[in-house]
């Protein structure tokens, strides 16, 4: 199954729209691509506690595995405040320990209006997972 991923961005977009982030004011949203072809959206969740906080891409990974999801192919994150935004550490690890055993993550950014695709490895070379 081919992944588009200009869809995934667009919905990683209108994510976006939804981020609660009055202390940092940059926006985040991401689009989370499953092995059984669902997308689940998520956007970032900041707290005046500031550890509360939550990264778009966990929000819409978490949202995948609760909903009985196992296996990410791809994650599409977006802000309209940067040119390019790419997964802190915690949200490597974490796509890190639902990609597939025999295929690796793509993760899909936007660069002056351009798409970026790369595998997860890029981002992570030596990820943990027991």
């Not at 202390?23 to 969740?45: P, W």
């Not at 796509?95 to 597939?100: I, L, R």
Request: glycine share 6%; aromatic share 10%.
């Amino acid at each position: 199954m081919s992944i588009d991923f200009e869809q995934l961005m667009n919905r990683a977009k209108e994510a976006s729209k939804t981020s609660y982030s009055p202390f940092s004011r940059f926006a985040v949203g991401a689009a989370v691509l499953t092995s059984s072809g669902k997308i689940f959206e998520g956007c970032n969740v900041e707290n005046s506690s500031f550890g509360l906080t939550i990264c778009a891409e966990r929000c819409a990974i978490f949202k995948a595995i609760s909903e009985g999801e196992r296996v990410i192919r791809a994650v599409a994150i977006y802000s309209p405040n940067a040119d390019s935004c790419y997964p802190c550490g915690a949200c490597r690890q974490v796509m890190y320990e639902f990609q597939g055993d025999d295929e690796e993550i793509s993760v899909v950014t936007e660069n002056m209006g351009n798409l970026d695709v790369n595998k997860l490895s890029y981002f992570l070379p030596c990820g943990f997972r027991i």
